[in-house]
């Protein structure tokens, strides 16, 4: 079939997600949490719009591909990985041990490749996927996508993701994690673009430098997927930088643990971390505000390993800390359903 890189040229049922609505209870103020629910693309994150974006792109700049390969830390590769299989083309995914064993199974499943690169001595595992992903398609004659450098990446959110979301608006302000940059730099594009003055907040843990250096780091690795990175994003070259909230891992994973409790949003964890840091915000302000979240994936990535896999990776005292915190918070949330939606 013939590539149109057009969104609504799209074979797949990706883009035009939905924005879930919540009212909240912060403080003395009632606020309106909304949610871009990015899971319910085709093939169930925000990165299905990245690796259509990015294929279809590429293939009508070069012409046909039989075989392409790329680097992600999972849900890109999923992504990509599903795509390719329907269009016929051989995959490769390269990541890192650290991949979710939903992710992995996905890519096996759509019948690509999957390459687990170790970081070499003083080397992050972002690096090292980058490195032999470049290592294999010069041994093999693959095409290289290179999300991670590729300015087709944010040139999805730009054109795509952003006039979806800013349609719906307006907002008090906008908020998202860095993961590959893409986000980030593709919705700042777009809103200079267009001159709106809504302001963007990345919400990162401690330990993230993707755009922003840390405050204070020890250089302990980052626990969960996707929410944020210790590499510095070839898409940073924002001035000024995007402004910064910090929300830590343990309280992430409170709220988690808390959204499903209370049967409410289904979204990932970096997700949760992106709700975290819009309810920082809105606990500052002085009156009611609006404040939408863009929520990169679903719960259904790390159900399964919450118990075993990131509830012991933080100290539980913080963790507790953090829930009971957060449990009058989200107690409060309620979904709000408008007539015309």
């Known amino acids: 079939?013939?590539?149109?890189?057009?969104?609504?040229?799209?074979?797949?049922?990706?883009?035009?997600?939905?924005?879930?609505?919540?009212?909240?209870?912060?403080?003395?103020?009632?606020?309106?949490?909304?949610?871009?629910?990015?899971?319910?693309?085709?093939?169930?994150?925000?990165?299905?719009?990245?690796?259509w974006y990015i294929l279809s792109r590429t293939i009508e700049a070069q012409g046909p591909v039989t075989a392409v390969v790329d680097a992600s830390s999972g849900n890109y590769g999923n992504a990509l990985a599903c795509i390719c299989e329907r269009q016929g083309i051989?995959?490769?995914?390269?990541?890192?041990?650290?991949?979710?064993?939903?992710?992995?199974?996905?890519?096996?499943?759509?019948g690509a490749r999957l390459v687990i690169a170790e970081a070499q001595p003083g080397e992050s595992s972002n690096a090292a996927r980058m490195r032999v992903a470049g290592e294999i398609a010069k041994a093999e004659g693959m095409v290289f996508l290179d999300q991670y450098a590729n300015f087709l990446n944010p040139a999805s959110h730009q054109n795509w993701t952003a006039p979806e979301v800013f349609a719906q608006g307006p907002f008090d302000a906008c908020f998202a994690t860095s993961s590959s940059g893409g986000t980030a730099r593709g919705f700042t594009d777009y809103l200079r673009a267009h001159q709106d003055k809504t302001p963007l907040f990345l919400v990162e843990p401690q330990g993230s430098c993707a755009f922003v250096a840390p405050d204070d780091s020890d250089g302990e690795k980052l626990k969960?997927?996707?929410?944020?990175?210790?590499?510095?994003?070839?898409?940073?070259?924002?001035?000024?930088?995007?402004?910064?909230?910090?929300?830590?891992?343990?309280?992430?994973?409170?709220?988690?643990?808390?959204?499903?409790?209370?049967k409410l949003a289904e979204v990932g964890l970096s997700s949760v971390g992106v709700m975290l840091g819009a309810m920082q915000w809105l606990s500052e302000q002085d009156g009611s505000r609006s404040?939408?979240?863009?929520?990169?994936?679903?719960?259904?990535?790390?159900?399964?390993?919450?118990?075993?896999?990131?509830?012991?990776?933080?100290?539980?005292?913080?963790?507790?800390?953090?829930?009971?915190?957060?449990?009058?918070?989200?107690?409060?949330?309620?979904?709000?359903?408008?007539?015309?939606?």
């Open 291 to 341: 404040a939408v979240c863009i929520c990169a994936d679903g719960d259904e990535r790390y159900v399964d390993e919450f118990e075993g896999r990131y509830l012991p990776s933080v100290d539980r005292a913080d963790y507790d800390a953090a829930y009971a915190e957060l449990n009058p918070i989200i107690a409060s949330m309620k979904q709000v359903m408008r007539a015309n939606a």
């Open 1 to 51: 079939m013939p590539f149109n890189s057009a969104p609504n040229e799209c074979p797949f049922k990706i883009g035009h997600t939905p924005l879930t609505r919540f009212s909240i209870q912060i403080g003395d103020h009632q606020h309106e949490l909304l949610i871009k629910e990015e899971r319910l693309n085709e093939f169930g994150s925000i990165k299905d719009r990245v690796a």
């Open 90 to 110: 051989e995959a490769t995914i390269v990541s890192s041990p650290s991949i979710s064993a939903y992710n992995a199974e996905g890519i096996r499943k759509a």
């Open 224 to 262: 969960i997927p996707g929410y944020g990175s210790q590499r510095r994003s070839t898409f940073a070259e924002i001035t000024p930088p995007p402004a910064m909230l910090r929300v830590q891992e343990p309280a992430v994973l409170a709220a988690f643990a808390l959204l499903h409790e209370h």
